[in-house]
Nanobody, 115 residues
C-alpha cells in the first residue's frame, strides 16, 4: 500500500507562485510515475503534469512554461512549482503515483488564485 500526502496549497493573487509537495510512503517500487492532477468545481479531473522515476516529464498545454514538476526519488517526494498563476488554475490539486503494483491518489490540496 502507498500513502500520498499533498501540501503547499493556498490562496494567492494572480501572477503569484506556489509550490506543491507530495510525500509518498509505503511500498513504493520503481519504475513508476508521479503526477499532479486538478479538479475545479463542476469539471472533470484533468492532468496537469507527470514525471517518471527516470525524470521524463509531461505537461498539459495550459501550464507549459508556467509549471515545473520535479521529484526526489531518495525522499519519495514530488513537487509542482507553479508560477504566473491565473484564476483558471483554481482547483483541488491531487498527487498520483502509478506503478506496476498499483495506482494511488492523495487527498488533494486546494489552490485558489484571486484576480
Amino acid at each position: 500500500q502507498v500513502h500520498l500526502v499533498e501540501s503547499g496549497g493556498g490562496l494567492v493573487q494572480a501572477g503569484g507562485s506556489l509550490r506543491l509537495s507530495c510525500a509518498a510512503s509505503g511500498s513504493i517500487f520503481s519504475p513508476n510515475y508521479m503526477g499532479w492532477y486538478r479538479q475545479a468545481p463542476g469539471k472533470q479531473r484533468e492532468l496537469v503534469s507527470t514525471i517518471t522515476s527516470g525524470g521524463s516529464t509531461n505537461y498539459a498545454d495550459s501550464v507549459k512554461g508556467r509549471f515545473t514538476i520535479s521529484r526526489d526519488n531518495a525522499k519519495n517526494m514530488a513537487y509542482l512549482q507553479m508560477n504566473s498563476l491565473e484564476p483558471e488554475d483554481t482547483a483541488a490539486y491531487y498527487c498520483r503515483l502509478r506503478g506496476a503494483r498499483g495506482d494511488y491518489w492523495g487527498q488533494g490540496t486546494q489552490v485558489t488564485v484571486s484576480s
